[in-house]
């Protein structure tokens, strides 16, 4: 049940220059989107999110956008810091439910070389 | 900043046995949740519970497993009869309230069955 995807699983960027986490979904009733940050050995921390009736929002440095026809989302992180290393999770959730779970994507490893 | 907290943070049980993992909710959060993540895989939603009761379970959630609000602050899983698959880091999630609002975690309690 592949419904949230994340294609790369990892990613090395260079200190001070843009990462670009990428997430594709298939279900067409999720409306809801969030970014989670892990470590090793703890709990997801949670970083943005983004409702479906918009198409941005923006956070200090990291920005999350949505293409709603293209059930694609990413985030943005400007400037990266070698602190941002970690691993990045999409979830998403349908509304339409009476629960909120979240479907998460299986990861992408980001590696900020200073 | 309010957390979830989960206890115990680690535990090894024989396979057969009885745990009970354990979390305290982040005060006035009305939401709460149980995910699991088994090594190498993605993170995978258990069951949510609300008004002391479950909203939703997984196909994962078997008979095998239980919640329970005992005492109106810390929100058990119970596995009774504990297999070999049964490994995983198990998260505690709670939220608010309102739909379309963010669920923040628990450190998560690494269970190893033997």
């Known amino acids: 049940d592949q419904q949230v995807k994340q294609n790369s699983p990892s990613l090395s960027v260079q200190e001070g220059r843009i990462s670009i986490l990428n997430c594709d979904y298939t279900?067409?009733?999720?409306?809801?989107f969030l970014w989670y940050k892990k470590y090793p050995a703890e709990g997801p921390t949670f970083l943005i999110s983004i409702s479906s009736i918009k198409d941005k929002n923006e956070d200090g440095r990291f920005t999350v956008f949505l293409n709603k026809s293209a059930k694609h989302l990413s985030l943005h992180i400007v400037p990266s810091q070698p602190g941002d290393s970690a691993v990045y999770f999409c979830?998403?959730?349908?509304?339409?439910?009476?629960?909120?779970?979240?479907?998460f994507g299986t990861g992408t490893l980001l590696a900020v070389q200073p | 900043e309010p957390e979830v907290t989960q206890t115990p943070s680690h535990q090894v049980t024989q396979m057969g046995q009885e745990v009970i993992l354990r979390c305290v909710p982040i005060?006035?959060?009305?939401?709460f949740y149980w995910y699991r993540q088994i090594l190498g895989q993605k993170v995978e939603f258990l069951v949510s519970?609300?008004?002391?009761?479950?909203?939703?379970k997984s196909e994962i959630f078997d008979d095998q497993f239980s919640v329970e609000r005992p005492d109106g602050s810390n929100f058990t899983l119970k596995i009774r009869s504990t297999k070999l698959e049964d490994s995983a880091m198990y998260f505690c999630?709670?939220?608010?309230?309102?739909?379309?609002?963010?669920?923040?975690f628990g450190p998560g309690t690494r269970l190893l069955v033997l």
């Open positions: 999630a709670t939220c608010p309230g309102t739909l379309q609002e963010t669920q923040y």
């Open positions: 279900n067409s009733m999720f409306d809801y």
């Open positions: 519970f609300y008004n002391n009761e479950i909203s939703e």
């Open positions: 979830a998403a959730s349908a509304n339409g439910g009476a629960t909120n779970k979240l479907i």
């Open positions: 005060s006035n959060h009305l939401y």
